[in-house]
């Protein structure tokens, strides 16, 4: 039973390493996440992905919120994308680094290192 707990307490941390992905270490310009690296073009198509996703969610709350089902929700809707998704993605262009440190940085903190 011990053997039992102690391997389901290995696979969650191992999971959960595997989920935060970030261990701060670079190779020539490479992000190294787990063993693998995010290289070339993939370093510039996930914040551009990411941050569609986070802004088209983002968008249409706000928008609901502040005009409700009208007529021409969709079209404000999408006018709203369309202008915080670029902004989004130079942001993240421009703070991933430091919130790439930073996650560095507060990890080790958290796990005493």
């Known amino acids: 039973m011990i053997g ?3 391997s389901a307490k290995a696979c969650i941390n191992h999971v ?4 935060a992905g970030l261990d ?7 992000i190294v996440r787990m063993g693998r690296t995010m290289e070339g073009k993939a370093r510039f198509v996930f914040p551009i992905l990411a941050t569609g996703v986070v ?3 983002a ?6 919120v502040n005009i409700g089902l009208r007529v021409d929700f969709v079209r404000r ?3 709203a994308f369309l ?12 703070a991933f680094p430091a919130v ?11 796990e005493g290192r």
């Open 59 to 64: 968008s249409c709350a706000v928008t609901y």
């Open 16 to 19: 959960a390493a595997e989920t």
């Open 77 to 79: 809707w999408l006018c």
């Open 55 to 57: 802004v088209l969610v």
């Open 100 to 110: 790439r440190s930073a996650t560095v940085r507060l990890t080790h903190l958290i």
């Open 4 to 6: 039992l707990l102690a």
């Open 83 to 94: 202008v915080g998704w670029p902004v989004a993605a130079v942001t993240a262009y421009l």
């Open 24 to 30: 701060g270490r670079r190779r020539s310009g490479q």
